[in-house]
């Protein structure tokens, strides 16, 4: 059967098989990228299990992403709580605007570490990760000691390639940076942090079918969504205390009307 890669026309079997084939295909035939693997302490529940909470943190392509993620992991046993800010969600305190961007999100994270308590605190780079590698490497360090303190490990996601309009095309340098410092970050932290490389699902072309962008050449619709569900949840499990539900467990539930969703023209 043929799958159809675009925004539209994207039926709940795609998803589904989508999901699944992602799901065997990379996360059992990848290894971590820049990581070691140290779990913090944290409660059980009456299965024996460590309890697992999971905090989002980005911008609004992980807004896209985070209804799929709670599909995946709330059916894999894992709590999970959505952060992502559209239009923000960026931790890098680098030029005017991004550290502008940051403040909230800075603030938000202070509240969601106390009152969630995430083991995982997992940050997507956003699109506004802005200023020079300098900026980006001491505002990862921050999230990693911030998370560090809260007794949660800190997984750092690169982002998807996405199309460098007018807008972001002023900011490539600092774009295309920044999964480089956080995946030193990772490597120089003494296994404190993970850095997930998203390439490996997406590849390096927006353009590409591969990369799953919507018309808008940003953002994915469900069956994108879908598909990093499953590749992320399946990366996490690897040294977190749980097993990722199948992909045909979850991916045709409601979470693919969300309204996230509507605003891309997604089907």
Known sequence: MQIDNGPRGISRFTVVLTAT?????????CGDDADGVRTSASTRGEDGRQEQRVLWVGDSIAGVEGPALKAALTKSGVEFKDMSSDGGG????????????????WKALDRNLSSFRPQVVAYQITTYDWGTAGQQRASYEKLAE????????LVIVSAPPFKLDDFYRQHASAIESAPKVAAQVARDSDGRVRFFDAAQLWGTDSKAAKAQRSSD????????SAAFAAWFAGKLSKSRDFTAA?????????????RHFDKLGCA
């Open 246 to 258: 199948d992909p045909g467990e979850w991916a045709n539930g409601a979470w693919t009307e969300d």
């Open 21 to 29: 084939v992602f799901l065997g295909a990379l996360v059992s035939g």
């Open 90 to 105: 960026t931790v890098v305190q680098g030029d005017e605007m991004s550290s502008r961007l940051a403040e909230p999100t």
């Open 217 to 224: 050449g940003i953002h994915s619709c469900q069956q994108g």
């Open 146 to 153: 911030a998370a560090r303190d809260a007794d949660a490990e």
